[in-house]
């Protein structure tokens, strides 16, 4: 159940911390949006995760492993596996087959998982991109995850976070 950004200002911080860190799991990104409550609004608040970006190399990693691989289904009943498979929805049986071979060669490359902001999207829309970013460096690949994790994160914050 979403806070409302007058609960979300005013809950003491262990009430607030496991909320931002579903959204995502930078701790820097977290205790940073919690120490400066309150916020006049969502759209502050908003303002404010964004300008927490860009995500340092070692937070892009630590937040990757909290997300599923595209075409895997999180299991579980957390508010991270259901906001998952809602982001996901468009990765349908078939294009999922697709992605377990196209997320072995991203990860062999790589060494970490394809993260992309899959909301709205089409499976095949998203192997697409995932094939497209197989010919970045392994720098420029994650600043672009880094990117992707934002974008996750500001979709979640106005999911837990209401006006």
Not at 24 to 31: A, F, G, M, N, T
Not at 37 to 51: C, F, K, M, S, V
Not at 70 to 75: C, V, Y
Not at 104 to 116: D, I, M, S, T, W
Request: with cysteine; aromatic share 4%.
């Amino acid at each position: 159940m979403p806070l409302t950004i007058r609960e979300f200002n005013q809950a003491p911080a262990q009430d607030v911390r496991p909320v931002l860190t579903a959204c995502l799991d930078v701790p820097r990104w977290v205790e940073t949006l919690l120490a400066r409550r309150p916020y006049p609004d969502l759209a502050a608040l908003l303002a404010a995760a964004e300008a927490l970006t860009p995500l340092r190399p070692d937070e892009v990693q630590q937040a990757m492993a909290a997300h599923p691989r595209i075409g895997e289904k999180a299991s579980g009943e957390s508010t991270e596996a259901s906001w998952s498979r809602s982001e996901q929805s468009g990765v349908d049986s078939a294009t999922a087959r697709e992605f377990a071979a196209a997320n072995a060669e991203y990860e062999a490359a790589f060494g970490h998982v394809f993260l992309v902001c899959a909301s709205g999207r089409s499976g095949t829309e998203l192997l697409e991109n995932l094939r497209s970013r197989l010919s970045n460096d392994p720098e420029k690949e994650l600043e672009v995850a880094g990117r992707e994790l934002a974008a996750i994160a500001a979709l979640r914050l106005e999911k837990a976070v209401t006006a």
